[in-house]
């Protein structure tokens, strides 16, 4: 990618543009185009409305969001303030988040998907798949299936890639930790130091960056600079300021609670306050601040996933609001469209996973060797993860006797279906860690050897009368 264009100077196009003129260009002119809330990059190469010239188009629309914008807590590193939008678009989005993760009205599309799958296998699975797809976002190149495998057996990382992923992993788990209570700035240095954990940088972690260390951040495949971050020396200050706005006590810069943790995720990108690790750390915050602003739900989320997927657009989405006066609105667009296509995902992937469960019901209906019984527990197993069963669980649920529940059970983890564990006294049944493939591998086994139908081959449950002729031998 380019870097993009930088807007022109509107203060030298009002100097030649008369009032006149300048009336008919405000009065052809908003903030959005065509709904979208572009950058003089993308607008110079689009036909203009009217008889405007593109410095003209562009003056009236920098006008219109200019006179709509809120100034942020925080500023460049001219010491220039960034400013705010809220534009239509970014209003919708808001919106939207707010009703699909349950902060209006009294349930919400995520929470029915979470309880309907299994809220604790579900954010394990979530926990897992945003480490994998954050590292990978910086660099880690191991694949999904073996980083997951890593992670669910406890096994040691063996290339840098692993130790990136488990890392992310894990600070991902302290950041459900530290939702409970307020931040501070030792707690964005403790999530560096795990994250670093092990590393090429492990000798930097939970550290400032010094002015000896010379960060720059430049294009991929280039040479060329993308940002220069503020002084090192300015950095404290910096990050005081951040935990001060993280925890809500900045009451004259009130903004959306999604817009606050989306803007913790630009700053630390922004001021790149460590050598290494930088972008980790921001969206760590990110999920820090919507969970302890009452998003409890974005956890399910794998935003670094729909990031991946298009890299150059995240980029980009930096370079806008530096290359535009300090013009956040273009990030937290970005970021509000990222989290939507997020809960889109997330439902796709349990719409999948129910449908796969509906199908391996319905063919366990048809089981030979399992009873009705069998079959309704397992299919609950199937959409409640890590669920435990008891033999009295399973008798009053079905209304049967002690020991024709232990038979159920025991029959079922027979054929490794179940595993028989010990809390105490008591013995508990849980279902194997890939129940879906062990029931298919079950299916396979019972159909070979179940015989081939016929004349003859009469099933063993089959009842006959009293004095009626047994079948022929």
């Known amino acids: 990618m380019k870097i993009p264009a930088t807007p022109p100077d509107i203060r030298s196009i009002l100097g030649r543009t008369s009032p006149q003129r300048l009336s008919e260009i405000i009065s052809g002119t908003s903030m959005l185009v065509a709904g979208r809330y572009l950058h003089w990059d993308n607008m110079r190469h689009r036909p203009t409305p009217g008889r ?99 992670i669910r057996r406890g096994r040691q990382p063996k290339t840098h890639g692993e130790r990136m992923i488990l890392n992310n992993h894990h600070a991902m788990e302290r950041v459900a930790e530290l939702a409970r209570r307020d931040l501070g700035a030792a ?55 951040l935990v001060t706005f993280a925890n809500e006590e900045t009451p004259d810069h009130w903004v959306h609670p999604v817009v606050r943790a989306i803007l913790l995720h630009f700053m630390i990108g922004y001021d790149h306050p460590f050598v290494d690790g930088n972008g980790r750390v921001a969206r760590s915050l990110f999920y820090w601040s919507m969970v302890r602003q009452g998003y409890s739900l974005a956890q399910y989320l794998a935003v670094s996933g729909i990031l991946r997927n298009a890299p150059a657009r995240y ?21 509000i469209g990222v989290i939507v296509r ?76 179940l595993a028989s564990t010990m809390r105490g006294r008591r013995q508990e049944f849980i279902a194997t860690r890939d129940l879906e493939a062990a029931l298919k591998e079950h299916g396979k086994r019972v159909g070979q050897a ?24």
């Open 187 to 241: 707690d964005v240095f403790e999530l560096h130091g795990i994250l670093m954990d092990g590393t090429r940088h492990s000798g930097m972690a939970g550290r400032f960056r010094r002015a000896s260390d010379e960060i720059v951040v430049t294009l991929v495949h280039s040479d060329e600079t993308a940002h220069v971050p503020p002084d090192a020396a300015e950095l404290p200050a910096r990050m005081d300021r």
């Open 52 to 150: 405007l010239s593109h410095e003209e188009w562009w003056l009236g629309t920098r006008m219109a969001r200019l006179s709509a914008r809120e100034i942020m807590p925080f500023s460049t590193r001219e010491g220039h303030p960034f400013s705010l939008v809220h534009a239509a678009p970014i209003r919708q989005g808001l919106h939207e988040i707010d009703q699909k993760l349950g902060m209006s009205g009294p349930r919400s599309q995520v929470r029915d998907l979470v309880e309907g799958h299994g809220r604790k296998h579900l954010l394990a699975n979530s926990i897992v798949e945003e480490a994998i797809r954050s590292s990978q976002l910086e660099g880690a190149s191991t694949t999904r299936r073996v980083a997951k495998e890593m």
């Open 450 to 473: 179940r015989p081939e139908p016929g004349r003859f081959n009469q099933p063993s449950w089959r009842w006959r009368s009293p004095g009626s002729p047994s079948p022929p031998a």
């Open 342 to 417: 997020s809960i889109a995902a997330l439902s796709a992937y349990v719409d999948r996973k129910m449908a796969d469960i509906q199908g391996i019901e319905d063919r366990l209906r048809h089981s030979p060797d399992l009873n009705h019984r069998q079959i309704q527990l397992l299919g609950h197993a199937l959409r409640n993860p890590g669920f435990r069963y008891t033999v009295k669980s399973h008798a009053t649920s079905h209304g049967i006797t002690p020991n024709t529940a232990r038979a159920d059970l025991v029959k079922l983890a027979g054929a490794g279906l």
């Open 315 to 335: 980029a980009r989405a930096y370079l806008h609001t530096e290359t535009d006066g300090a013009d956040l609105t273009y990030f937290v667009d970005y970021h």
